[in-house]
T-cell receptor, first 114, second 115 residues
Framework: AQSVTQPDIHITVSEGASLELRCNYSYGATPYLFWYVQSPGQGLQLLLKYFSGDTLVQGIKGFEAEFKRSQSSFNLRKPSVHWSDAAEYFCAVGAREYGNKLVFGAGTILRVKS | DTAVSQTPKYLVTQMGNDKSIKCEQNLGHDTMYWYKQDSKKFLKIMFSYNNKELIINETVPNRFSPKSPDKAHLNLHINSLELGDSAVYFC??????????????FGEGSRLTVL
């Protein structure tokens, strides 16, 4: 069965510090991987996605993520966090073999302290 | 122009009532979805339609009935509302059901509160 795990429910970082949000997946197929961000009261916005090719993908707002097949991970990173990055972040996984249905992780709430 | 729009944004109602949430997308996408986000922020797919045809139905109670009059609209009707139905419901769309370009475009959500 497909599953996505985001081990950290909350993360607090100082403004300007680096950030890494973890995502692990369990899939019996070649996955498509996504990171979405949700600001309070808003819908989800796509940050970046991985389908194939270069395992390091760049997204919007200075975010990047690296696909590591051996670790079944797709961690999200940002070298220097801004206060406006405070939001909830969702990792999602899909696969053609599963009808491209996206399965979401439980989310990680990012707090930024000044 | 709003790409995926949902109405209403907020809905407060009594147990046992019937209510509908509407969704429209102007992106020309073929596939539309309903997701439910519970109080713990966990997002779970409920339904997916491709060109008005139901393709995913994730063991949702049959009190929930999606309706897609055309590929730009996917409405969600809920009968006999229960307390546990309180959640934020997100509509989303995607260009192709079977293609690799799997980015979902989300609406802003409809917060349903059942009293």
């Amino acid at each position: 069965a497909q599953s996505v795990t985001q081990p950290d429910i909350h993360i607090t970082v100082s403004e300007g510090a680096s950030l890494e949000l973890r995502c692990n997946y369990s899939y019996g197929a070649t996955p498509y991987l996504f990171w979405y961000v949700q600001s309070p009261g808003q819908g989800l916005q796509l940050l970046l996605k991985y389908f194939s090719g270069d395992t390091l993908v760049q997204g919007i707002k200075g975010f990047e993520a690296e696909f590591k097949r051996s670790q079944s991970s797709f961690n999200l990173r940002k070298p220097s966090v801004h206060w406006s990055d405070a939001a909830e972040y969702f990792c999602a996984v899909g696969a053609r073999e599963y009808g491209n249905k996206l399965v979401f992780g439980a989310g990680t709430i990012l707090r930024v302290k000044s | 122009d709003t790409a995926v729009s949902q109405t209403p944004k907020y809905l407060v109602t009594q147990m046992g009532n019937d209510k509908s949430i509407k969704c429209e997308q102007n992106l020309g996408h073929d596939t539309m979805y309903w997701y439910k986000q519970d109080s713990k922020k966990f997002l779970k797919i409920m339904f997916s339609y491709n060109n008005k045809e139901l393709i995913i139905n994730e063991t949702v109670p049959n009190r929930f009935s999606p309706k897609s009059p055309d590929k730009a609209h996917l409405n969600l009707h809920i009968n006999s509302l229960e307390l546990g139905d309180s959640a934020v419901y997100f509509c989303a769309s995607r260009p192709l059901a079977g293609g690799p370009n799997g980015e979902l475009f989300f609406g802003e959500g409809s917060r349903l509160t059942v009293l």
